[in-house]
């Protein structure tokens, strides 16, 4: 019986590298043209999520469930909140240090948890609390997925109800029919997708950035929310319901973890360059002109986002958004498929069909599945909770349940994989969990009001990547005590069966064992043929073999 020297093993992410800084698996940092294309992509795949929360971020502030009056010291407290956390929790935490966590180029938490503890597919893992940490994350992920996409496109084609009252009975079957065509496009790859999107994301910060202007010069002591003592009063004033608010502010920040775990489909330096040149810019100018605005017209609040336009650009706005919102879906549509499939190499969840829809970039993915199955749920969302308002009541919890799990992997990371000191990784980590936490903790009483949805679906998916992995290793166990090739080898030199003329093929998972086609062959038919190959297929990050 032949067995192939060539035998090959299955592939987890795994970091090789424990230095300071990370190995990169990406390849070469791109350059010139090639990084202002990856870039561009970047920026309508990536940034769609965050960079349509001026639609709805503001607004719940001052007109959601646990809304404040729009005064003057709440609304350049509530700005004040959102720039410094744009700038500590996308900017400092994601762009500058969660991002250098890349595992074989790729990010997500599930990625993040395999460079902390090594996550053996056969085999029961030592830290094991550390796993079901990152697998969790991974489900809450799921359970943003499905939400981010709804109260996207559900926010922009609101909008229609402010130039009309005649379209509120179309908003929910527009809704829908958006939400269809954006799942059905998906099949011609992220990079494609992103070419089409980018530059009609470059338009909207460009749009954001610009309507912000025209408001922040109408007042422009708003430019002084950067003092952080804005914040501070803010807290001190409003007091418990100040705190609560950050439920709502952290809706500017919810696309932090969407971006990490879209990585592997542009590297990190494209990701950084968009953000810097364009989507920071963008978000920052608008929330001061919303701010401005809602400073002299505090009426406008329960939507300053279209009511910062003239009235004769009012449609218009509402198609760019509406386009921008469906960008935006496509942040979690893209991690949910890198999620998938690292889950699937790592035995969580079954082998399923995943198309490679890039030559160049291998974190470009497409699952039919998974894309199908997100499409169903996001329109029972809509038919659910039938506003943006009742989705933003319900967003939240999964993402700041993530970004802790996030912090607490990443220390592990920096300790074990790249040497840091107890004091430098405690002190950055324990700086970044005081905002996770609090965010957290704001977000909690979402729960009743529509949080309890992205908790079941994550808790249900959970369920499923556990008890599939469960499976995977009680197999893996009686495959190893009795279906041991060089006992079968052993056993067939003892007593050898009939030899038949010609090749037999069989598949094995494993590459040590013995599958059971061929064992099934040895006791049903007695025979074995003159030449066995044995093949474990291996999965290599190059296009073609």
């Given amino acids: 019986m032949t067995n192939p020297a060539n035998q090959a093993v299955d592939v987890k992410p795994q970091a090789h590298a424990a230095s300071e800084e990370p190995e990169h698996h990406h390849g070469p940092d791109p350059k010139g043209r090639y990084l202002a294309l990856l870039s561009l992509t970047a920026l309508g795949i990536v940034y769609g999520d965050i960079g349509t929360s001026p639609l709805y971020a503001m607004r719940e502030s001052f007109h959601g469930p646990h809304a404040i009056p729009p005064t003057l010291t709440n609304i350049m407290g509530v700005l004040s909140l959102i720039f410094w956390s744009l700038i500590l929790v996308v900017t400092i935490k994601y762009l500058v240090f969660i991002l250098r966590a890349d595992n074989r180029g790729e990010g997500g938490i599930l990625a993040l948890t395999a460079l902390a503890t090594p996550i053996k597919r056969f085999a029961k893992n030592e830290r094991w609390w550390m796993v079901v940490l990152g697998v969790f994350g991974a489900a809450l992920l799921y359970g943003d997925g499905i939400i981010t996409p709804a109260i996207s496109v559900l926010s922009a084609v609101e909008g229609l109800k402010i130039a009309t009252p005649l379209f509120q009975p179309y908003v929910i079957p527009i809704t829908i029919g958006i939400l269809v065509g954006l799942f059905m496009i998906q099949r011609h790859g992220t990079g494609l997708v992103g070419r089409f999107f980018g530059p009609i994301t470059l338009l909207w910060f460009i749009v954001l950035g610009a309507l912000g202007v025209v408001h922040i010069v109408r007042y422009p002591a708003v430019l002084s929310a950067i003092n952080p003592m804005y914040s501070v009063t803010f807290f001190r004033e409003d007091g418990l319901q100040g705190f609560l608010i950050l439920g709502t502010v952290f809706l500017v920040v919810t696309g932090g973890e969407a971006l990490y775990a879209d990585m592997g489909h542009f590297g990190r330096l494209p990701i950084r360059l968009a953000w810097f040149a364009v989507a920071l810019p963008g978000l920052l100018l608008n ?97 659910g909770f039938r506003s943006s308002s009742n989705l933003a009541a319900a967003y939240g919890i999964a993402v700041t349940s993530t970004m802790v799990i996030t912090t607490v992997i990443f220390y592990i990371v920096a300790r074990q994989r790249w040497g840091w000191s107890l004091l430098k990784a405690g002190a950055l980590a324990g700086f ?30 959970f369920t499923i990547m556990t008890t599939w992995k469960r499976g995977e290793n009680l197999v893996a166990q009686r495959a190893s005590s009795d279906h041991q090739l060089s006992n079968v080898i052993e056993m067939l030199h003892a007593s050898p069966p009939v030899r038949v003329p010609g090749t037999a093929i069989f598949l094995s998972a494993r590459p040590d064992g013995a599958p059971e086609a061929l064992l099934a062959n040895i006791h049903h038919n007695g025979v074995l043929h003159e030449h066995v190959l044995l093949v474990t297929v291996q999965t290599r990050s190059v296009p073609h073999v």
């Avoid at 979690?332 to 890198?338: N, R």
């Avoid at 005081?434 to 998916?461: E, H, M, R, S, Y």
């Fill in 432 to 461: 970044f969990m005081i905002f996770d936490l609090a965010f957290l903790g704001a977000n909690l009483v979402k729960i009743p009001a529509g949080g309890w949805f992205t908790l079941v679906v994550a808790l249900l998916i």
């Fill in 287 to 383: 929330y001061m002109g919303q701010a401005s605005l809602l400073i002299r017209h505090p009426e406008y609040a329960e939507n300053p986002f279209y009511l910062m336009a003239p009235s004769w650009a009012l449609y218009p706005l509402v198609v760019l958004a509406t386009m921008a919102t469906v960008i935006a879906s496509q942040a979690l549509i893209s991690g949910a498929f890198s999620i998938t499939m690292q889950a699937t190499q790592l035995g969580f969840l079954p082998r399923i069909r995943i198309f490679h829809t890039s030559r160049t970039e291998r974190g470009q993915i497409y699952i039919p599945s998974i894309n199908w199955l997100l499409m169903l749920a996001c329109i029972a969302v809509v038919i």
